[in-house]
C-alpha cells in the first residue's frame, strides 16, 4: 500500500510537471491554447507547481462532455446505494491520502499544516454525510389527494450539469461543499477551483477517477475566472451554477445565468459580528475563554475566513480591559511557513490580498481608529522569508460603524473594535451590515442568549462558541451574503429538481364538454 501511494503521489506529480491539470471526458490534457500558470507558495512568493490556463475552448470541451455523460451516462440512473458507495470510497482515500492533501493545502493557501489537515478531515465527512443522507432516503413524498383512484407523489431529480466555482482560501473544503452533494443527487459536474490555489481540487478529481466515477461525469477547468468562470455562468447547456467568492464576481455569475434561467447558488462571504456582553466575562475562566475565541474568530488562516469574527462589539464597561488582552494575545501570536512546526498563522494568500488588507488599515487609522497591535509587515526571519505576503495580526479600537473597514469585507488578520452599553444597541450594531452571514453572542444569561441569537439577521449564530459548523445544518446567509444555501438537507436539496407524478388508477371520460 505505502508503494501504491507513492506511485500515485508520483503521477499526480507528473501532471503538474506537465500541465495535465485539466480533466475532460476521462482525459488528463494541457489548455488547449498551450498556457499555463505558475502556483506560488505565498510564505516565499516563489513557484512551486505549473498547471494548465485554461480558456473558453477548455470550458466548453467540459461542458459538452459532462453533458453527454448527463444525458447518455450511467451515473443518473446509478442506485443511490452504488452512489453513495461510491462516495464512501472517496472518503476513505482522502483519509489514506490526509497527509499529502494537508501538506499541499497548506502551501497552496499559505495556512498552517494542521489547518491543512483538519481540512482534510472536514472534506471526508462531506462525503460522508451526503452519501449516508441519499441512502436514508425513502422514494419520495407521497401526496394525499383525497382518492384511492388518485396516487400522488413528489420525488427529487438531479438537476442536471453543474458548474462549481470554488475559491481559494479553503480550495478544497469548499469543493467539497459542491461535488459531494452534486454526485450524491446523481449530476455530472465541471469544477473550477480559483486560478491560484487549484491544486487540492485536481488532487480531488484523481481520487474520484480512482474511486471508479464513471467517465465524463467529473471535469476540471483549471484558468481564469474572467474566461473559464464567466464562460460557465453563461454556457446555455449547465444547468445550475454553485458559486463561492466575492460579493462583485458573484453578481457578475448571476448576471449572467439570468439569461439562461439556471438555477443559481451564490456564497458571497460575511461581515461577521462577534458580540461580547460583561457578564461572560464575569469570571476569570469566562473572559480567558471569550478572549481566546475573539482571537480564533478573527485571525485563523490570516482571517481569510468567509465567516470570520472581524468585527468585534464589545459591552462599554469590559471594553478596555478585554481589547488590552487581546492586543496582548494578537502581538505574541507567531507567524510563519504554515509547514513549520510551532507557527500559529501562515501568510496571506498573494501580494494583492496583503495590499488590499494594507489599504484598509490605513484608510481606517486615518478616519480615527486606534492601533492597539499589529498594523505592518512583520520582521523577516527564517520561518518569514522578506518574500512572503505576511501581516501581523492586527487589532484596531474605537472603530464605528461609517469606516471603510468595518463595512466592507477585509479577508486578512484585521479585528475591528466598536463598543455598545445595551442589549438593543449591541443587535443594531450587529445587525447594521449588508451582509449576513454568520455571529456570534458571548452572555452567561440564558434568556439574553437565546432573545440576542433570534434577533440576529445571520444565517449562522454562535453562542459562546465561533467558527464550528456541522455538515449536516445548513450554511449560507441573509443579504447579500448569497442565495441558497451548502450543506445539510437543503444543501443537496440545491442539486435537485422537484418533480410531482399523479397517477390516475382508474381513468374515466371528464365530460367538461358538451360534444
Known sequence: MPGQQAQRAQQAQEKRKTQETIHVGGEWRAAASGATRDILDPADAKPFAVVAEGGVPDTDAAVEAARHAFDHGEWTRTPVTERAALLRRVADLLVRDRERLGLLESRDAGKTLEEGR????????????????????????????????????????????????????????????????????????????????????????????????????ANIVTGPGHSVGARLAEHPDV??????????????????????????????????????????????????????????????????????????????????????????????????????????????????????????????????????????????????????YFYEPTVLDRCHREMRVVREEVFGPVLTVETFRTEDEAVALANDTEYGLAGAVWTADAGRARRVAGRLRHGTVWINDFHPYLPQAEWGGFGKSGVGRELGPAGLAEYRETKHVYQNLAPKPVRWFAG
Open 118 to 217: 483538519v481540512d482534510i478531515d472536514c472534506v471526508a465527512d462531506a462525503f460522508r454525510y451526503f452519501a449516508d443522507l441519499v441512502v436514508g432516503e425513502g422514494g419520495g413524498r407521497v401526496v394525499d389527494a383525497g382518492s384511492d383512484d388518485i396516487h400522488s407523489v413528489v420525488v427529487h431529480e438531479p438537476v442536471g450539469v453543474c458548474a462549481l466555482i470554488t475559491p481559494w482560501n479553503y480550495p478544497l473544503l469548499q469543493a467539497s461543499w459542491k461535488v459531494a452533494p452534486a454526485l450524491a443527487a446523481g449530476n455530472t459536474f465541471v469544477v473550477k477551483p480559483s486560478e491560484i490555489t487549484p491544486l487540492t481540487t485536481v488532487a480531488l478529481v484523481e481520487l474520484l477517477v480512482e474511486a471508479g466515477l464513471p467517465t465524463g461525469v
Open 239 to 388: 444547468d445550475l451554477v454553485s458559486f463561492t467568492g466575492g460579493l462583485v464576481s458573484g453578481t457578475k455569475v448571476a448576471q449572467a445565468a439570468a439569461v439562461t434561467v439556471k438555477k443559481v447558488a451564490l456564497e458571497l462571504g460575511g461581515k461577521n459580528p462577534n458580540v461580547v456582553f460583561t457578564d461572560a466575562c464575569s469570571t476569570d475562566e469566562g473572559f480567558d475563554t471569550a478572549v481566546d475565541q475573539a482571537l480564533n474568530a478573527a485571525f485563523i488562516h490570516s482571517g481569510q475566513v468567509c465567516s470570520a469574527g472581524s468585527r468585534l462589539i464589545v459591552e462599554e464597561s469590559v471594553r478596555e480591559r478585554f481589547v488590552a488582552e487581546l492586543a496582548r494575545r494578537a502581538g505574541a501570536i507567531r507567524l510563519g511557513r504554515g509547514t513549520e512546526d510551532g507557527v500559529e498563522c501562515g501568510p496571506l494568500v498573494s501580494e494583492q490580498q496583503r495590499e488590499k488588507t494594507e489599504s484598509y488599515v490605513a484608510s481606517a487609522l486615518a478616519e480615527g481608529a486606534v492601533l492597539r497591535a499589529g498594523g505592518g509587515r512583520p520582521e523577516p526571519s527564517e520561518s518569514r522569508p522578506a518574500t512572503g
